[in-house]
């Protein structure tokens, strides 16, 4: 290997424009990562590849955590292919990766394949937008939601709702989410917020929050809000993953094993049953849980 073929963590940030912390993020979710050689950390240039990739799908609405989903997916399904980021077309519809190979399209979690839909008529449909109320801006919200190229429109649909209704939950949690995937956190802090003081007995609205809270490195509220996801719901699989990577953070190594474990009996074949296998198989010990 060249030694133009070596980037270094810096260099990498500098090229990609990211930050350290989505480094850390993407790598703890084994996107991509550094190779090891002789004591050196070092990125090559199909690494910078796959890095761009998944910068450019997460900045298109597709989460850090679904496009891990989707890799591992891909994984299993196509054993051939090795790095299915840089071999690969990697598409995105909004809230998914779309796999393109020799022309077809496929939804790697589902296996089912997917038509590419022409929206420019609706596109061009919206562009004048007739005096709604509530329920019919979030009929339109919800539609524009479903394609990314309408995305910023959907924003302003879920914004017009909670203009004429406030206590709408169900804009304010799509509405966080959308600004969640753009990496507005302040902005989906609140809506996730307001959510969970609408409804403090909704498993999802304390999931919302704890996770992007979580996100923006403020452990110990994540924490607590994601111990009432599941405490609220014990079956909810995503938010027991959730919870057991703040503890991990926390170095709440028994707490963090408890709820990879409980993952694992909930979704044990699921594309993310191998690191939460490998998590709770292989935890450092560290201090208890209060």
Not at 100 to 122: I, Y
Request: proline share 5%; glycine share 4%; aromatic share 8%.
């Amino acid at each position: 290997m060249s030694v133009t073929n070596r980037f270094t963590r810096p260099e990498v940030q500098r090229i990609l424009d990211v930050t350290e912390k989505q480094l850390d993020y993407w790598e703890r979710l084994r996107l991509v990562g550094p190779k090891r050689r002789r004591g050196e950390r070092f990125y090559d240039f199909r690494d910078l590849i796959s890095l761009r990739t998944t910068k450019q799908l997460i900045e298109q609405g597709v989460p850090a955590h679904r496009l891990r989903r989707a890799v591992v997916a891909l994984q299993q399904k196509l054993s051939e292919v090795e790095a299915p980021l840089t071999q690969l077309r990697v598409l995105s519809n909004g809230r998914d990766v779309i796999v393109e190979q020799n022309g077809a399209r496929l939804e790697p979690l589902s296996g089912q394949f997917v038509l590419n839909f022409d929206t420019r008529e609706l596109h061009d449909r919206l562009r004048v937008m007739p005096e709604r109320n509530a329920d019919q801006w979030l009929a339109l919200a919800l539609e524009l939601e479903a394609d990314p190229s309408t995305r910023a429109e959907a924003i302003d649909a879920y914004r017009q709702v909670l203009e004429k209704n406030p206590d709408r939950a169900e804009a304010l949690t799509n509405l966080g989410a959308l600004l969640y995937e753009q990496a507005d956190f302040d902005a989906a802090v609140l809506c996730f917020r307001r959510a969970v003081e609408l409804e403090p007995q909704s498993a999802l609205a304390h999931y919302n929050l704890g996770s992007v809270l979580e996100e923006i490195g403020q452990l110990e509220p994540a924490r607590k809000h994601l111990r009432e996801a599941v405490r609220l719901k014990p079956d909810y699989a995503d938010a027991h993953f959730n919870l057991a990577l703040v503890c991990d953070e926390f170095g709440f190594s028994e707490e963090a094993r408890q709820h990879w474990r409980r993952y694992l009996e909930l979704d044990p074949s699921g594309p993310w049953s191998d690191y939460a296998r490998q998590r709770s198989g292989t935890q450092s010990r560290g201090k208890p849980s209060p």
